[in-house]
């Protein structure tokens, strides 16, 4: 093709113009603006190594095969709305010198924008950016509105560089979208953006405000075994995880945040009580939370990371912390959800300590956030030893008091009580002694003429337990109360 004229020209294919044949405008130069509106490309179409010097619009044009764009350069603006991508589109390399939009497209083969160039701002969305006040729709020609920007199958943003506004906010990814390693200079927001296999974020780089507010990431391990990674991320400004969900835990180890995250009404599936004694551990999952707690601690969010350290510990259930003894035997790998297998750890008993305390703790109250439990549990506990107080008064045969006044059942919940307090001094010390003879008669003594109460053994131990077992669950009890009001 030849040259199209003077510096400046511009090369208008608009208004349904349909190349029957593949266009090829490889290494070609625009030397003024590029009209391509609606144009139709059945056999697909390389723009690789062609130089845009003035503005390029592909708004509505339609792809119908394989479209490069590999390593081609934007001078200026280059708007892609409401296009349609058949077969793959390849941006790989490109550079966009100014703003480039693709609102409303849909990219039904591979989108490849690996190690792509933004120096202005990038949108993959249609509404109105809160920190550009511009509508990308207003410089649509149709009154319809556009739809969201969707990505039918992989798309790939690996080591691409954002300068400024990277804005993907209501975007649709059907499987993955791959941003690893890429830097986004300027806000990069997702809100409301859709990942139907997880996404991948790992070492990516926030040198200003990135938000995904409302975003939902999926997982479909059938699909794609791995969870949404942020492995290794840093962001050095804000960062909005509100309202997100995560079908599966997301892998945050290592990332790093200036500022702690907001993590606000996430969605995370949690570890429950009854799954970590129906399935074995796993490792990893423990080890996901932990990163996600670190993080909530970083953020003062009080409740996540209270939250997060319950799955932690109950993720480590049956491996590595096992119930009962090993001696040394290495157990069968257990397959994880990233497909690492985990073995057993050798040992005598590995890991039994952490797992009954931990099961304990959890029973009790719930890794301390519980605060009706130890209520319910020290209730439950002072009703069973009354009535076992007063079982013991009956196997004597005598149905009222057997020395003193007053009634066998008062006598047995008083005497449950006063163990259950734990606390001394609440009542006299001869109020005890009367329940006593009550319940279970007085003697004299051989050394004295006075009369004592006589205590059997078996009262005598039932009331050690009682305490020592209320103590712990008073304890419980204040321990929630604490995390509850952030009491330092």
């Not at 480039?100 to 109105?128: I, K």
Request: aromatic letters at 16%; one cysteine or more.
């Amino acid at each position: 093709m030849g040259r199209l004229g003077a510096k400046n020209a511009k090369a208008d294919f608009c208004w349904l113009l349909i190349f029957a044949e593949k266009a090829d405008f490889a290494n070609y130069r625009f030397p003024g603006p590029a009209d391509f509106t609606r144009s139709q490309f059945p056999n697909g179409a390389t723009f690789e190594h062609a130089e845009f010097s003035g503005e390029a619009d592909f708004s509505r044009s339609g792809f119908g095969n394989d479209v490069r764009f590999a390593r081609a350069t934007f001078a200026s603006s280059a708007r892609f709305l409401d296009s349609t991508f058949k077969r793959d589109a390849n941006f790989a390399l490109a550079k966009f010198g100014g703003k480039a939009t693709f609102a409303g497209s849909t990219f039904s083969g591979e989108a490849n924008f690996a190690s792509a160039q933004f120096t202005d701002e990038v949108s993959f969305c249609p509404l109105t950016s809160p920190r550009t006040g511009d509508r990308s729709q207003t410089e649509h020609r149709s009154a319809e509105p556009l739809q969201p920007t969707k990505f039918l199958d992989h798309a790939t943003f690996e080591k691409t560089c954002f300068a400024t506004l990277a804005n993907f906010e209501g975007a649709q990814f059907a499987k993955s979208a791959a941003f690893g390693g890429a830097e986004f200079s300027g806000p990069a927001d997702f809100d409301g953006t859709c990942f139907g296999w997880g996404a991948s974020f790992w070492e990516v780089r926030f040198k200003g405000y990135g938000t995904f507010r409302r975003a939902r990431f999926k997982y479909t391990p059938e699909m794609n075994p791995y969870p949404t990674q942020f492995l290794a991320a840093k962001c050095q400004g804000g960062f909005n995880l509100e309202e997100a969900t995560f079908e599966e835990v997301p892998n945050f180890d290592q990332a790093h945040f200036e500022e702690g995250p907001r993590l606000d009404h996430i969605r995370i599936p949690h570890q429950s009580f009854l799954d970590s004694l129906k399935t074995p551990g796993n490792p990893e999952r423990s080890a996901r939370y932990r990163a996600l707690k670190r993080l909530a601690a970083q953020g003062h969010d009080h409740d996540s990371e209270q939250r997060f350290f319950a799955s932690e510990l109950r993720s480590r259930r049956g491996n590595p912390d096992r119930p009962w003894p090993t001696f040394g035997r290495q157990e069968t790998p257990v397959r994880t959800t990233d497909e690492t297998p985990t073995h057993g750890v050798d040992g005598i008993w590995p890991g039994g300590a952490s797992y009954w305390v931990g099961f304990f703790y959890d029973l009790f109250s719930n890794f301390g956030r519980s605060i009706t439990r130890p209520i319910f549990l020290w209730l439950l506990t002072t009703s069973i030893a009354a009535a076992a107080y007063l079982g013991r008064h009956c196997l004597l045969g005598k149905p009222g008091c057997i020395d003193g006044q007053g009634s066998p059942l008062g006598s047995a919940v008083y005497l449950a009580l006063r163990k259950g307090l734990i606390f001394p001094g609440l009542s006299p010390d001869q109020k005890l002694d009367e329940a006593y003879a009550c319940l279970f008669g007085t003697k004299v003594p051989f050394t004295g003429s006075q009369h004592i109460p006589i205590i059997p053994n078996s009262v005598t131990y039932l009331g050690i337990g009682q305490t020592l077992f209320s103590g712990v669950l008073i304890f419980l009890f204040f321990l929630a109360i604490r995390n509850q009001f952030r009491i330092k």
